[in-house]
């Protein structure tokens, strides 16, 4: 969830990186606590790998019986043995600092709002365009707008249209930057699409994740005006049947969920 949402949050993605932080720990406190001790009163050096598998495969057991999305299950198994491992390449810490930075430099959103980036299709934008092309709209925007493919293929299609993207990892912002910039009618900014208000869109886009939909709705039906039109590609809003259903030709089978307010 963004720090900076306005929105409540359901228990289950409450906290989600100390939830999983817990769990992890869960799994190397119960190993460690276990074959530490043992180790020390039969004078043997801990062994740090088979050590380590077990920690990941307890903490996979964890995630899965908490019923955490399959990335975090993978990441918990692989999280310790990885350590290990990479701890025995003696790679110069700044290597990993750098890692880091250029990590959060382009996936921000990720940590955020649990949204990484990926892109849309050509096929998702080619039917983003048909869909939208004699649709009624003085403005459309793409909240979480990567690098700005949609918003300038948009852009490019609907010269009578004003198209807004927002997106908050530095990276992809900055290609989408350059990739606007002779656009006239594209507005390309940097920040939290949470403090977008969302009253003059006449049709919000957004590729994001299963993650925020729920209070995305929220904020959707709060702040846009009935008769506008909601899309998400990808993801649908949890309980909410969309009032027409795309589905894209590309190799993805991506579908868009078009709801009418
Ligand atoms: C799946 S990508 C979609 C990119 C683009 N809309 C497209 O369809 O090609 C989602 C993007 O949302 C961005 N994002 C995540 N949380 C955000 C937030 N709170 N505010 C703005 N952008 C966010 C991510 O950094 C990522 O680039």
Redesign the pocket.
């Known amino acids: 969830m963004?720090d900076n949402s306005p929105h409540s949050v359901s228990p289950r993605r409450n906290s989600p990186y100390l939830r999983q932080l817990a769990l992890q720990c869960a799994a190397a406190s119960i190993v460690l606590g276990i074959a530490w001790p043992y180790c020390l009163l039969r004078r043997q050096t801990l062994p740090w790998f088979e050590s380590s598998l077990l920690i990941g495969a307890l903490a996979f057991l964890f995630s899965s019986l908490s019923a955490q999305y399959w990335w975090w299950r993978v990441i918990h198994a692989s999280f310790a043995p990885a350590t290990v491992l990479f701890s025995g390449l003696n790679v110069a810490p700044e290597w990993y600092l750098a890692t880091f930075v250029l990590m959060f430099l382009v996936?921000?959103?990720a940590v955020?709002?649990q949204?990484?980036?990926?892109?849309?299709s050509l096929g998702a934008i080619r039917a983003l365009s048909e869909l939208l092309a004699d649709v009624p709209a003085r403005k459309i925007i793409?909240?979480?707008?990567?690098?700005g493919?949609?918003a300038s293929a948009l852009a490019r299609t609907r010269r009578d249209v004003q198209v807004f993207g927002?997106?908050?990892?530095f990276l992809?912002w900055a290609i989408g930057f350059f990739r606007t910039a002779r656009l006239k009618n594209c507005h390309w900014s940097l920040?939290?699409?949470?403090q977008v208000p969302l009253a003059d869109c006449d049709v919000v886009y957004a590729?994001?994740?299963p993650a925020p939909m729920s209070d995305l709705w929220l904020k959707a039906k709060r702040e846009m005006r009935p008769g506008t039109l909601f899309i998400s590609?990808g993801f649908e809003v949890p309980d909410v049947t969309a009032d027409a259903e795309i589905e894209v030709a590309d190799s993805g089978k991506t579908r868009l969920y078009c709801y009418r307010l």
């Open positions: 963004d996936y921000r959103g955020t709002s949204v990484p980036l990926y892109i849309s793409d909240l979480g707008a990567g690098t493919s949609v927002i997106e908050n990892s992809p920040g939290s699409f949470w590729f994001l994740s590609n």
